[in-house]
């Protein structure tokens, strides 16, 4: 899959080069993923395709558990931020964040006391930068998700004041073109149910807004 | 209703001081709010009453908007910040936040950027100080929603390391006792609804937890 980075705090220099080879994992992860749509069951735009995160997560976390990439608990000191990392790897995080806007306050500011209280919550890695996981802005997708140029937003509003300080890489998954192959799946209940019924390579157009609003997705036969 | 407070920054100075006149409107409307409760419709626990945060939401902002408390929305430059705070008189901020916990990190750090960047969103007023109310942890609620002991931690752990230096009191609604007085409202739909189907005072028993978890609460006729 294509996709742009945004780094702050020295993050080019982090993943460019001491923690190159975990980076090298992370794109050949996100390289590989395919675009996960579903059909929206929203007031108003039901059946319309929209990015899914579930299936999204679900390869990520197939790739990167390949690499030893795993689920990373937080010490219960912190459970008070939410209960973990979605994924660690010798003191590098990732968090695939397709969730709510505000969760992505919640994972820069939590990463930023855990990094200036120097935890390690894995044996001797202490933890060295951050990886956050979004997609693009113009993906159709559920109300108020967040997107990546609402986070380019956010970390530079926070990088103006110098409020945080960890080496975080923004990565915006997008498609280039006007179609691409993408995995169609439909859940057995429309809204909360993670047990797949179907799944299908489909072929998609991409239909882009000449407003700077989403684009559409619509199935190729 | 009952509360407790925890202040951060410098609040207590400005809340009992400089703005002691704007505090005590908002004390008025504290201390004359009722418990506002709803059957919940989450799996495994329909019916039970838990804390309603529209009823709640919707008190508060009848006192306050007769105070001259008013609705602010922010500067299209921060709008990827969210809409809006959601009171605000002469400089002085009310965020009611009853919703998942991420959100806190949101409000409290988007108001950090505004107040650094000297942002005067209405007329000649310059932000602050903050009031977040909260309700406490013991209350029954729907699944993930904040409550007041948690956004201590989070801003302790915020404080810790200078991340904010907005004056900001934290609010937790509480109940003294083992019983109350409570507003019980259904709606036209369960879960997403804010059509009121019917509204009554009732009188509630407060069934505490001796394990630090969720008080019961349960109607008395």
Redesign the interface.
Known sequence: MYYRIADFNGADTLFNRSCSALWNEVDECLTALKLHVKQSDEAGRQGNLIFNPVGTNQELKDCLGEHDWQYLQLPEA?S???LGIDFDKQGAWIEAQFS???????NI??A??LY??KVSPRGNHRFRGMIVITKAKHFPSSNSTLHF??AV??LN??N??K??SVPTRLVGLDVEGDSTQAVLTTYSSPRYSRTVTSARTVRISVERSTRGGSSKFHLLR
């Open positions: 912190y008070f931020f939410g709510n806007y505000p969760f992505l306050l919640n500011l939590r930023e006391v200036r209280d140029e609402q937003d956010h509003g926070l103006r004041h409020l945080f």
